[in-house]
């Protein structure tokens, strides 16, 4: 599936800096399956428009039946991600903060859990400006020592967006990279200055890691700015995700070998994957990294699905001693760190992970960071080709002169 979308404080005792970039990510082990997106919505980036209708939904599981207070607070952010300069009471509604009251606890599961979830906006809390927001989460009034953050944006709709990906780039000739090219038509919508006032950031598959920022116009007129032929928009085509299905415990889904009981718990053991980088492009099905907790026959997924350990392997007697190898995917909010990085055993000859995962179904590659390097590369494994279906984000901010935070002005998908 390929899919394009276009998105054109009171002292807080956080113990953070205005500095800081914000991204969706948990702090505590106890915390499993923290996910952001759309009430009732699967699949979507957990985008809004202001004032419309959809909710953002956050939810987590905490990984015991104990009692917890988690509440959270709400603050708003530039186009980069650091804390905007405005105060609570020009971008909230209500309360700046809110108890999460909604939980149940886990039913007939090996690993029990307690399920909580809360709605943005909401009765306490509304929004009244665009642009990018963070909600942390925190337990017992420690509003200093967050359990997990969840980023999400607020669009107001101005400008509408043609866009197109191609595979033939300055660089190369339908090889392993995509170029990106997009327009946005202002329709009336002043901008005084767009090179200075109209911030983008670009992003595929929602990853952080080569996300790009600081685009200016290749072309400018009085209604449309024009983002064409630059190379800063030529990515590495990648390749499509490997997904599995853990949705059942009597028989093996897609992707998964076998699963064992081993009290007290299951293991899900995936099939091996395969060095791919010297073939040629296969096309398969994927959600583009995303991932659905499901299981077979519940009535509620979100408290009947059980947890397991999934055993990732993928062998090969050439290990990488020029950087180190991930496993990339939502399921890890995109990053990467001791949770998704593969260990490598020198006796058996493969690379091998175990990450417990909530039952359902999921996406995920091989992604390669070299040493002193921040950018992955799904190259040296899975390889990187120009036919990939990718989804690409385009968030497309506006501060205009004067004012003291970054608007997000427009939204539109191409699939």
């Not at 082990?29 to 202001?50: A, M, N, R, V, W």
């Not at 607070?73 to 903060?97: F, M, P, Q, R």
């Not at 006032?197 to 685009?215: G, H, S």
């Amino acid at each position: 599936m390929r899919k394009l979308i276009i998105v054109v404080s009171v002292f807080f005792c956080f113990a953070i800096s205005a500095q800081q970039v914000y991204r969706t990510r948990v702090f505590e082990p106890s915390i499993q399956t923290f996910q952001t997106g759309i009430l009732d919505k699967k699949f979507i980036l957990p985008i809004i428009e202001l004032g419309g209708s959809d909710k953002v939904q956050i939810s987590f599981d905490e990984m015991s039946h104990g009692a917890h207070s988690y509440a959270y607070k709400v603050l708003h952010c530039n186009a980069d991600w650091t804390l905007s300069d405005i105060n609570s009471n020009e971008y909230l509604s209500g309360y700046t903060t809110g108890n999460i009251t909604d939980y149940v606890t886990s039913l007939n599961t090996t690993y029990i859990y307690t399920h909580y979830t809360f709605n943005l906006p909401n009765d306490d809390m509304s929004f009244k400006l665009s642009g990018n927001y963070v909600a942390f989460i925190y337990e017992d009034n420690q509003a200093d020592k967050p359990i997990a953050q969840a980023c999400f944006s607020i669009v107001e709709p101005r400008v509408s967006v043609t866009a197109t990906v191609r595979g033939n780039t300055d660089t190369e000739l339908s090889g392993k990279v995509q170029q990106l090219d997009f327009e946005v038509g202002l329709n009336g919508y002043a901008v005084r200055d767009p090179s200075t006032e109209i911030k983008v950031v670009v992003r595929q598959n929602n990853r952080i890691d080569n996300e790009v920022i600081n685009l200016k116009p290749t072309y400018m007129s009085s209604n449309k700015l024009s983002y064409i032929n630059n190379k800063s928009l030529i990515f590495d085509g990648g390749a499509e995700y490997h997904r599995f299905d853990i949705s059942s415990v009597y028989a093996a889904g897609e992707g998964v070998a076998n699963i064992k009981y081993s009290q007290p718990n299951y293991d899900a053991y995936l099939y091996d994957n395969k060095i791919l980088a010297s073939k040629s492009y296969i096309q398969e099905m994927d959600v583009n990294g995303k991932y659905v907790i499901h299981l077979q026959g519940a009535t509620d997924d979100n408290t009947e699905a059980d947890y397991m350990l999934v055993h990732f392997n993928l062998p090969t007697t050439d290990p990488f001693f020029d950087g180190q190898l991930y496993l990339g995917g939502e399921f890890n909010h995109n990053l990467m760190n001791n949770v998704n990085r593969m260990k490598y055993d020198a006796t058996s000859g493969s690379y091998y992970q175990t990450i417990l995962l909530k039952q359902g179904g999921y996406n995920y590659q091989y992604w390669f960071v070299p040493k002193g390097e921040q950018q992955a590369t799904t190259q040296r494994v899975d390889g990187s080709y120009w036919q990939t279906h990718n989804e690409y984000t385009v968030y497309v901010y506006h501060r205009p002169w004067g004012e003291r935070y970054d608007k997000l002005v427009g939204v539109k998908e191409i699939e």
